[in-house]
């Protein structure tokens, strides 16, 4: 069974950056699509960023693209969303995600216990 934990989560001023980690147990991440997720309150929950491991190609929403990086240490069995020029509106729980069937083209199963991030000054 999968288990994720993120963390890198907090307060950060306008313009800003945070690195989000998504560290796995249980399993080897390098045969894992990783996929982040936010939501922000009344908000539904968003995808803003993907690694498919098959073909190695990463997807972002329009709302990150230019800003945010994911990527993957696999030796650390970690994945990471580094986020820059952080914006007010980026203000979210952000969820890591891990699937081997589907993932990136499909659903997630597998799910982190999410960390807030706060852009505010």
């Known amino acids: 069974q999968v288990q994720l934990v993120e963390s890198g989560g907090g307060l950060v001023q306008p313009g800003g950056s945070l690195r989000l980690s998504c560290t796995a147990s249980?399993?080897?991440?390098?045969?894992?699509?990783i996929g982040w997720f936010r939501q922000a309150p009344g908000k539904e929950r968003e995808r803003v960023a993907c690694?498919?491991?098959?073909?190695?190609?990463?997807y972002y929403s329009d709302s990150v693209k230019d800003r945010f990086t994911i990527s993957r240490d696999n030796g650390k069995n970690t994945g990471y969303l580094q986020m820059n020029n952080l914006k007010p509106e980026d203000t979210a729980v952000y969820y890591c995600?891990?699937?081997?069937?589907?993932?990136?083209?499909?659903?997630?199963?597998?799910w982190g216990q999410g960390t807030q991030v706060t852009v505010s000054s």
């Open positions: 249980g399993v080897s991440l390098d045969s894992y699509d």
């Open positions: 995600a891990a699937d081997q069937i589907y993932g990136c083209y499909g659903h997630f199963n597998s």
């Open positions: 690694s498919s491991y098959g073909d190695d190609s990463t």
